[in-house]
């Protein structure tokens, strides 16, 4: 395991402020969004659709805080992205949209080098204000989305109508606060997890952050390998996985099969009480990786010997199945939804962290095999 430094000088191709949205190509965009919702306590924001003069396609935006998603179907039958990709993928992430200081001049330094452009450097303008927006294509079928706000202080983007009213069923429950997106991960095919983090390297000028490989990350059966890319200010952060060598079938080899190639295979949502977070969550609906006792007596034995405080209640945490990661400076708390899709591909992290920036390797083991228990349900560890 390797945390690697980041260079002393900014690169030039400007700055990242965070992750702007998430965009799902799915085929219901409004059952999509009423999913999370119920389940994980968004409110709708922002809509767009035949009311609004868009008669291809229909978008619902759901926020909470920082957090955004945006559900895109296709109204009509014909050949389009959204139709195809729904029907190669099933629901899945289409775009990871960046907020950035000049979507134009980033877009073509990243064309300039060889980058395959989506959507070349466009304003969007409506009654709000208007916003520079470019897209690239990253791994799999999912691209980039670059937006530069100018001046726009609409509900998502121009083109959008604002939606204020609220879910009833969130006044049904304490409220959910989710901070901001915390990372990211993707899934590539064996082979392929290089090239995409030299993706990040030359395109967008990201540096590895913290990486991985089977040695670390493995159980009796399978492995996988990751490293982190993160963007110069590290407020972006994205894991690339691949699958390694094993008895049986690596979980990133099972998602890579079920998804027609690579995509996002995780979401981590950070959260300032993940108890409370994860115990109305439970209460909502959302199901959640099971951890085995024997976590928790290892867990309180490494603790007895560290000098780490954990402030939160191990046995609420026992309870709610949440893992603790800790080194000599800090702890992080983490809990993993089995997947929100038919197929074993798409789930969620809500991650707590106490001046704690890793992203869980000592629960690796426990994770995977946890993981591997569900998959030996599928029928696929073989
Ligand atoms: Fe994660």
Redesign the pocket.
Known sequence: MTYYTKSEARPDIGEFYGFHHVRFYVSNSKQAAAFYTSRFGFSPCAYEGLETGNQKFCTNVIRNNQVVLAFTSALTPEDNEVNRHVAMHSDGVQDIAFSVSDARGMYEKATAKGCKGIREPQVLQDEYGSVVIASLQTYGDTIHTLIQNVDYTGPFLPGYRAVTRDDPINAAFPKINLEVID?I?GNQPDGDMTPTVEWYEKYLEFHRYWSADESVIHTDYSSLRSVVVADWDEVIKM?INEPAEGLRKSQIQEYVEYYGGAGVQ?I?LRVNDIISTISTLRARGVEFLEVPPKYYDSLRKRLAHSSIQVQEDLAKIEELHILIDFDDRGYLLQIFSKPVEDRPTLFY?FIQRHNNNG?GIGNFKALFESLEQEQEKRGNLV
């Open positions: 990372h991960v894991p995780h981590a992290e992203f």
